[in-house]
């Protein structure tokens, strides 16, 4: 059990009292969890997630994933890109992750886009854009100001279109060993959104636009012979877990297996 569970467990203990019930409204632990998260050991990711209130932990198992890919950074001078912020129309609300993030990254930048302003939640190493995040001229603009990004994550509209065009504009601006992360992928199946349950090989879904990249780590080997494409030529790993999804930028020029090569096919 990790701390954040420790910490949750005593809390439901406490709630189940009368004075718990009594004392320890909604508003009070909110309160409490951030004036205490700046106190929280700033390498426990779940921690820092369940102190922040971001939904990345508790609703979502995403921060265990977060914690093996980001780990290897935490103490690098990066910039980190979120799209979508949270908070809905309010520019005071929302922002957690940022917070959380810019906890983690000691020594990191942090930026949010959302399509509302979000304006109130900046602050010392936050910083948030206006903007649709399928549009590429602002997105362009975006990149412009931050300079080098190296960890974009994609926690905006959730709609396919949208994260495909995103993807496709942003991980070229991404700099050399950076990391793109899609969140909330269970919208490919979901046809309000663009998804599909029934053409899982579409490639007009995040799931089935993600699994052809799988495809292009190995264009080297493919018979006959294909010229790469700029993401055949720079994933080079795509790990997927319950509705998310990382991609790592790099080189990826590894010769091609030779055993058993069989010639063009007739």
């Known amino acids: ?142 990149a412009q100001k931050i300079g080098s990004i190296d960890i974009i994550i994609d926690d905006g509209s959730h709609i396919n279109s949208h994260v495909i065009a995103s993807f496709e504009f942003l991980f070229p601006l991404l700099a050399d060993n950076g990391i793109y992360v899609v969140e909330d992928v269970q919208t490919s199946y979901w046809h309000n959104f663009g998804g599909s349950s029934k053409d899982l090989s579409t490639k007009e879904t995040m799931v089935g636009y993600f699994k052809n990249l799988v495809d292009g780590l190995n264009y080297q080997d493919m018979v006959p012979s294909r010229k790469p494409s700029y993401f055949d030529e720079r994933v080079v790993e795509v790990c997927f877990y319950h509705n998310l999804i990382f991609i790592q930028k790099g080189l990826n020029d590894d010769p091609p297996g030779t055993f058993g090569r069989p010639g063009p096919e007739s």
Request: glycine residues 10%; hydrophobic residues 35%; positive net charge.
């Open 1 to 142: 059990m990790d701390v954040a569970q420790t910490i949750v467990k005593f809390g439901q203990q406490v709630l189940g009292t009368e004075f718990g019930r009594k004392i320890l409204t909604e508003d009070v632990i909110v309160s409490w969890k951030r004036r205490l998260a700046p106190f929280c050991f700033s390498a426990d990711l779940s921690l820092l997630a369940y102190m922040h209130e971001t939904d990345k932990y508790g609703y979502h198992s995403y921060i265990k994933y977060y914690q093996k890919h980001f780990a290897p950074l935490r103490s690098k001078k990066i910039n980190l890109l979120e799209i979508g912020v949270g908070g809905y129309e309010s520019p005071t609300s929302g922002g957690s992750s940022l917070r959380m993030w810019k906890q983690y990254f000691a020594n990191g930048n942090i930026f949010g886009i959302d399509i509302n302003d979000k304006s109130g939640i900046d602050e010392s190493r936050i910083k948030t854009f206006r903007g649709d995040q399928s549009d590429t001229n602002f997105l362009h603009e975006v």
